[in-house]
T-cell receptor, first 115, second 110 residues
Framework: DTGVSQDPRHKITKRGQNVTFRCDPI?????LYWYRQTLGQGPEFLTY????????KSRLLSDRFSAERPKGSFSTLEIQRTEQGDSAMYLC?????????????FGPGTRLTVT | AQRVTQPEKLLSVFKGAPVELKCNYS??????LFWYVQYSRQRLQLLLR??SRESIKGFTADLNKGETSFHLKKPFAQEEDSAMYYC????????????FGIGTKLQVIP
C-alpha cells in the first residue's frame, strides 16, 4: 500500500461542466475525509465517511457537490455545473475510526481549475 | 461551533533560535488537538497530537484549557523545520469532523 491516492492530480474544466474526482484510501482505514483548500487557507472540511456511511456534510457543500463511498472503499467527489469559485485543491484523507480521532493520512490532492 | 485560530501567517526565525507557533481554539466540549505539517512539495502529515504527549523532531505542544491554546514550540530551530504548520481540532468521541486553522509558514533563516 503506497498511501492515499487521488486521481486526477490536475483538472482543468470550463465553467458549467461536471467533474468527478476519485480517492483511494489506505486499505484498512474505515474513515475517509474530503477537504477543499484555497490559496492562503487551511484545509476546509467538506464531508466524511465512516465505511460507506456519510456522517457529516459541511454547509460549504452546496447541492452541486455530492460524495459517495460505495462498499466503504474508494470515494468519489462530483461537482456539477462547476463555477470559477470551485477552483481549489481538493484533498482526501483517510484514517482508522473509533472512539477517538486518529491520525489522518492525506493524499496528494486534485487541483481543479475552472475557466 | 469549532474554530481554530493561527494568528501568524508567517513566522521567520534564525537558525538556533526558539520557535513558538501559536494556536488558539474555540470548542464547547473537550477537544482533541493536532499539529500537521506540510514540507515543500510533500503531503500534509501529522506532526503531533496532544493526547500522545510526545516530542516529535524536537517539537512539543501543551494543551492549555484555561487559555484555549495549543502552541507549538521548539527550543532551537533548524533549517529543515521550514514548512507550513496547521493546527487542527476535533471533538472527542470518535464521530467528529476535523477543523484546521489557516496555517503558519515557518521560515528558518540560516
Amino acid at each position: 500500500d503506497t498511501g492515499v491516492s487521488q486521481d486526477p492530480r490536475h483538472k482543468i474544466t470550463k465553467r458549467g461542466q461536471n467533474v468527478t474526482f476519485r480517492c483511494d484510501p489506505i486499505s484498512e482505514h474505515n474513515r475517509l475525509y474530503w477537504y477543499r483548500q484555497t490559496l492562503g487557507q487551511g484545509p476546509e472540511f467538506l464531508t466524511y465517511f465512516q465505511n460507506e456511511a456519510q456522517l457529516e456534510k459541511s454547509r460549504l457543500l452546496s447541492d452541486r457537490f455530492s460524495a459517495e463511498r460505495p462498499k466503504g472503499s474508494f470515494s468519489t467527489l462530483e461537482i456539477q455545473r462547476t463555477e470559477q469559485g470551485d477552483s481549489a485543491m481538493y484533498l482526501c484523507a483517510s484514517s482508522l475510526g473509533g472512539l477517538t480521532t486518529y491520525e489522518q493520512y492525506f493524499g496528494p490532492g486534485t487541483r481543479l481549475t475552472v475557466t | 461551533a469549532q474554530r481554530v485560530t493561527q494568528p501568524e501567517k508567517l513566522l521567520s526565525v534564525f537558525k538556533g533560535a526558539p520557535v513558538e507557533l501559536k494556536c488558539n481554539y474555540s470548542y464547547s466540549g473537550s477537544p482533541e488537538l493536532f499539529w500537521y505539517v506540510q514540507y515543500s512539495r510533500q503531503r500534509l502529515q501529522l506532526l503531533l497530537r496532544h493526547i500522545s504527549r510526545e516530542s516529535i523532531k524536537g517539537f512539543t505542544a501543551d494543551l492549555n484549557k484555561g487559555e484555549t491554546s495549543f502552541h507549538l514550540k521548539k527550543p532551537f530551530a533548524q533549517e529543515e523545520d521550514s514548512a507550513m504548520y496547521y493546527c487542527a481540532l476535533s471533538g472527542r468521541g470518535g464521530y467528529q469532523k476535523v477543523t484546521f486553522g489557516i496555517g503558519t509558514k515557518l521560515q528558518v533563516i540560516p
